[in-house]
C-alpha cells in the first residue's frame, strides 16, 4: 500500500513537472511568434548603407544643422574648422541610411495637419553617394502607440516610425564639439609627477617652483586651467594676439613633469587679456540693487599648439602669478 502511495506521488510530481515544460515551451513558442509578426510588419522604406552618405542636414525648431563628409571625415558645413565628434556623424548617417515603418496609415483623410507634419517636429535631408536626396518629415507622436508620423520624400503615404528615429537629430552644435585634450589628465599627471613650474610675464619677471610644498599648492591652482570653457575654437596666430592677447612672449606657465617612462615633460599655457565677464551664473539674478553686484573678471588662455581660446576666471589666474614672491620655506630640520 505504502508503494502504491509513492508511485503515485511520484507520477503526480512527473505530470506537474512536465505541465510546466510545455507551458514554457508554448510561451517561448508565442513569444516568437510574435517577434516573427512583429518583424514580418515593419515596411522597409530605404535600405543604404551609412557610408553612402555624403551630407545630412537637420532642423527640429531649435537646431538647423548641415554636416558633409569629405576626406573621410565629416565637416560642420558652416565651417570645416569646427572641431567636431564623429562618432555622433556616424551614428546619425547610420539612422538616416535605413527607414522601416512600423505602420501605414490606411485612411482617407491625409491631411498633413492631421499628422503634425505641417509644423514638422523634424525634417531630415539626407544625400547620398549615387546623387539621390531623400527628405524625411517627422509629425506628432500617436498617444497610443507611442509612434511618430512620418513621411520620405517621393512617397505620397503617410507611416508611423519609432520615435527613437527622430531622437537621432536632436542634438545641438556645442554638444557635437569634440574638446581638446587636457594633457595633464589624460596622462594622468599628478602632483607628485610634477618637478618645476615656472611662470613668466611679459615684463621679464620669471620664478621656478621646485619645492614639493610650493608645487603641491600652486598646481592646484594650475590644475583648473583644464580646457573646459572655449571662447573661440579657431583663432589664427593674429587673432591670438590682436583680439586674445595670447602670443609667445606673454605671460605663460610651464608644468615640468615626469612621464611613465622617467623622463621629463613640459606643457605650456598661454595667458592673454582680463576681460570682465558678464551673467555669471553666481551673481545675483534678482537683486534690484546692482550696487551690491560684483563684477566678475576672466582671463583669456590658450595652451602650446593649439588655435582654441579658453577662459579662466580672474581669481584662478591671478593665485597662479601671486608665486612670482613666492619664498620656499626654510627647512629648520638640522639646526
Excluded at 502511495?5 to 510574435?34: D, E, H, M, P, W
Excluded at 570682465?276 to 537683486?287: F, I, K, L, P
Aim: some cysteine; proline content about 3%.
Amino acid at each position: 500500500m505504502k508503494k502504491t502511495g509513492k508511485s503515485i506521488l511520484t507520477l503526480v510530481i512527473l505530470l506537474f513537472v512536465l505541465g510546466g515544460l510545455i507551458t514554457g515551451y508554448l510561451i517561448l513558442r508565442q513569444y516568437n511568434a510574435a517577434q516573427e509578426d512583429a518583424e514580418a510588419s515593419s515596411i522597409p522604406l530605404l535600405d543604404k548603407t551609412k557610408e553612402t552618405v555624403t551630407s545630412l542636414r537637420y532642423h527640429n525648431g531649435e537646431n538647423d544643422l548641415s554636416f558633409v563628409y569629405e576626406n573621410d571625415v565629416w565637416e560642420y558645413a558652416l565651417d570645416s574648422h569646427f572641431p567636431l565628434q564623429q562618432k555622433p556623424l556616424q551614428d546619425m548617417a547610420a539612422a538616416a541610411s535605413s527607414i522601416e515603418a512600423k505602420l501605414q496609415v490606411e485612411i482617407s483623410d491625409t491631411e498633413a495637419e492631421t499628422y503634425g507634419l505641417d509644423t514638422p517636429a523634424c525634417t531630415v535631408e539626407v544625400t547620398f553617394t549615387d546623387s539621390s536626396v531623400y527628405t524625411y518629415t517627422f509629425g506628432d507622436t500617436n498617444s497610443f502607440n507611442g509612434y511618430q508620423y512620418f513621411t520620405i520624400s517621393g512617397d505620397d503615404a503617410v507611416y508611423m516610425v519609432e520615435a527613437s528615429l527622430s531622437a537621432s537629430f536632436d542634438t545641438p552644435l556645442h554638444s557635437l564639439y569634440q574638446a581638446e585634450s587636457y594633457v595633464l589628465t589624460e596622462r594622468g599627471v599628478e602632483k607628485g609627477d610634477v618637478t618645476s613650474i615656472l611662470l613668466e610675464t611679459a615684463a621679464g619677471s620669471a620664478k621656478e617652483i621646485t619645492d614639493a610644498g610650493g608645487i603641491e599648492t600652486l598646481f592646484a591652482h594650475v590644475d583648473k586651467l583644464n580646457l573646459s570653457v572655449w571662447e573661440d575654437y579657431y583663432a589664427d596666430p593674429e587673432e591670438m594676439q590682436e583680439v586674445y592677447g595670447i602670443h609667445e612672449n606673454g605671460d605663460r606657465i610651464t608644468v615640468t613633469y615626469k612621464t611613465n617612462d622617467g623622463e621629463n615633460t613640459t606643457y605650456t599655457v598661454f595667458i592673454g587679456n582680463k576681460f570682465e565677464r558678464v551673467g555669471d551664473a553666481d551673481d545675483t539674478q534678482n537683486s534690484n540693487n546692482t550696487e551690491d553686484k560684483e563684477t566678475k573678471y576672466g582671463y583669456f588662455y590658450s595652451p602650446q599648439g593649439s588655435s582654441v581660446v579658453y577662459t579662466a576666471d580672474a581669481d584662478t589666474i591671478d593665485a597662479i602669478f601671486d608665486y612670482l614672491v613666492y619664498t620656499p620655506p626654510v627647512d629648520t630640520s638640522d639646526t
